[in-house]
């Protein structure tokens, strides 16, 4: 039996590249996690919780960006226990991003520097298309004037 589960996904994208995070097995993921049913919780609020706990960083605003379905198999042809329908999200965060929780690693990808997941890569290959596809120009003042800047 395959596990359906709602999963709020945060992409931080800093100038050193897009926040990723990993567990002992260095294989990187991007912050984020299934939402809490008992209180109803949104996958806004989830990718934002999430990123908290897993990074210790705050959230200040954040912007949804599409919707991403893992298949129910692997590229292998393995079926998979547990299937994440994520929305995903561009997060504005501030503090220092530090390992917490199940997090034991904190890495910023940038041009294949890393080992990410499969659906970590497909991810945010989707990212940097809609990013890259539109001008670059034009994609910032869109996602950027979205967001409030701190005091």
């Known amino acids: 039996m395959t596990i359906v589960r709602r999963r709020g ?3 931080v994208d ?6 990723v995070a990993s567990g002992r097995r260095k294989i990187f993921l991007l912050p984020g996690g299934g939402t809490e049913r008992k209180t109803k919780e949104s996958r806004r609020k989830s990718a934002m919780r999430e990123l908290r706990e897993e990074t210790g960083l705050r959230a200040y605003d954040s912007k ?4 991403y379905n893992e298949s ?5 042809g393995r079926k998979r226990k547990i ?6 999200f561009l997060i504005k965060a501030k503090g220092h991003a530090r390992p917490r929780h199940e997090v034991k690693h904190i890495a910023y990808y940038r ?4 080992n990410l997941s499969y659906n970590t890569e497909k991810i945010i290959e989707k990212y ?7 001008s670059p120009i034009g994609f910032l003042r869109k996602i950027l004037g979205t967001f409030q800047i701190p005091n």
Do not use: Q, S
């Open 9 to 11: 996904t945060a992409i």
């Open 14 to 19: 800093t100038p050193k590249g897009i926040l």
């Open 64 to 67: 949804y960006l599409f919707t």
């Open 72 to 76: 129910k198999y692997y590229p292998d």
């Open 83 to 88: 299937v994440n329908l994520h929305k995903v």
């Open 111 to 114: 041009d294949n520097n890393i």
């Open 128 to 134: 940097l298309e809609m990013k890259n596809k539109k």
